[in-house]
């Protein structure tokens, strides 16, 4: 069997790539309701995707800040939501069949009520088939 | 005029790399037996295994679920709140398991880092049937502009730095990066201080990341008091 450097290929020769990539656009109004001491708030939106199994990269910003999102559920929030106090904020990716979802999650640990300040989060959604089974 | 010239108008040319899938991993675990107990000063991770046969770290990507039916993104964590990422060395790829009981299941892709160091070992070539080898072009690869490695600095106590990476495309790219938490370990971005569940030792390093118009950020929070390194892929938006 050969042996290549594949620092010299473009291709890997050794699986299929992430192929057929499209972006599609989400916008998320965050729920300014107030949240009691030790409450955990939800909301999320939902992107469809054209074939189960799909998979996803996911940026999100907030007025001029951008991040990636998939790599880790507070990393991401950190950079892109505007605290109120010292609350928990994460954002998670599900996979539905035909959907992603997007949840933002916000667990008030301040010892009071809090209101999140009104913020618009969009969402850039990159999908990609991937070399893995239906989902 | 070439094709190259309008590159959005191509759905693979050999101008600009993709990124380059080395193994793919299905199957589940128990938490309870699987796994192994990492313990740091701040708590403990609990690690489930795979070897990747590759004699230098890979990127990860991570799909996990409790019940094989819904699945999050490494990073991500279920509504009832358990969460997972992997990561890897120079032999094993690591599931981080959120407790020590139960099922979970996963979906591992692991890439090749073409910038880890300058050993760019030989690997074994594979020559599939080419009826199986399909160019699907019914939208684009990604391709990818910049793929580049850098360092940081020793810190402690949180200690910022911020790595930046220029780039000259003028519009907000698509953009990946890895750090090196421990030595020899290739992590996923992650961060949050105390509410970071990944955050299990005191001399573990953090980060996130910033995208901008003409760079990309990656906000480290040092505590290893080491010099590491971040990987950062830049993508064509075309």
Redesign the interface.
């Known amino acids: 069997?050969?042996?290549?450097?594949?620092?010299?290929?473009?291709?890997?020769?050794?699986?299929?790539?992430?192929?057929?990539?499209?972006t599609d656009e989400a916008i998320m109004e965050v729920d300014t309701s107030s949240i009691p001491d030790g409450d955990t708030m939800?909301q999320n939106v939902v992107v469809p995707t054209p074939k189960v199994g799909t998979?996803a990269?996911?940026?999100a910003?907030n007025g001029?800040?951008?991040?990636?999102?998939?790599?880790?559920?507070?990393?991401?929030a950190?950079?892109v939501y505007t605290y109120t106090s010292t609350e928990?904020a994460?954002?998670?990716?599900?996979?539905g069949s035909y959907d992603i979802y997007i949840?933002l999650?916000i667990t008030n640990n301040t010892g009071g009520p809090i209101s999140p300040p009104a913020q618009t989060l969009t969402f850039?959604v990159?999908q990609?088939?991937?070399?893995?089974?239906t989902? | 005029m070439s094709l190259t010239d309008n590159i959005q108008d191509v759905a693979f040319t050999?101008e600009?790399?993709?990124?380059?899938?080395?193994?793919?991993w299905?199957g589940n675990f128990d938490k309870a037996t699987d796994t192994e107990t990492r313990t740091g000063g701040i708590g403990s991770i609990y690690v489930y295994k795979i070897v990747h046969g590759q004699d230098r770290p890979v990127f990860t990507?991570l799909?996990w679920s409790e019940d094989g039916n819904?699945?999050?993104?490494?990073?991500?964590?279920?509504?009832g709140g358990n969460?997972s990422?992997s990561f890897s060395d120079s032999e094993n790829i690591y599931i981080v398991a959120s407790s020590a009981s139960g099922t979970q299941w996963f979906?591992i892709?692991a890439f090749?880092i073409?910038e880890y160091d300058s050993t760019?070992?030989?690997?074994?070539?594979?020559?599939p049937d080419i009826k199986d080898?399909l160019l699907?072009g019914?939208?684009?690869?990604?391709k990818i502009l910049l793929d580049v490695s850098s360092t940081y600095s020793p810190g402690t106590f949180s200690t910022p730095e911020t790595v930046s990476i220029p780039h000259s495309l003028g519009y907000?790219p698509?953009?990946?990066?890895?750090f090196e938490p421990f030595s020899g370990e290739v992590w996923?971005?992650?961060?949050?201080g105390i509410?970071?569940?990944?955050l299990y030792d005191f001399a573990q390093d953090?980060?996130?990341?910033?995208?901008?118009s003409d760079r990309v950020d990656v906000?480290v929070n040092k505590y290893s008091n080491d010099t590491r390194k971040v990987w950062v892929k830049v993508y064509l938006d075309a």
Do not use: C
């Open positions: 069997m050969p042996k290549i450097r594949l620092d010299q290929v473009i291709f890997s020769t050794l699986h299929p790539a992430y192929l057929n990539y499209r939800e998979r990269d996911i940026y910003s001029t800040v951008s991040t990636l999102v998939s790599s880790g559920g507070r990393a991401a950190s950079a928990v994460r954002i998670d990716i599900e996979y949840y999650r850039s990159v990609y088939d991937a070399p893995i089974s989902i | 050999s600009y790399n993709i990124d380059k899938v080395v193994g793919v299905e990507d799909l819904n699945w999050v993104d490494g990073g991500s964590s279920l509504s969460t990422i979906k892709i090749w073409n760019n070992p030989l690997v074994e070539a594979v020559t080898r699907d019914d939208d684009n690869y990604q907000i698509n953009a990946k990066a890895y996923p971005l992650n961060a949050g509410s970071n569940y990944f953090e980060a996130y990341m910033k995208i901008y906000e």
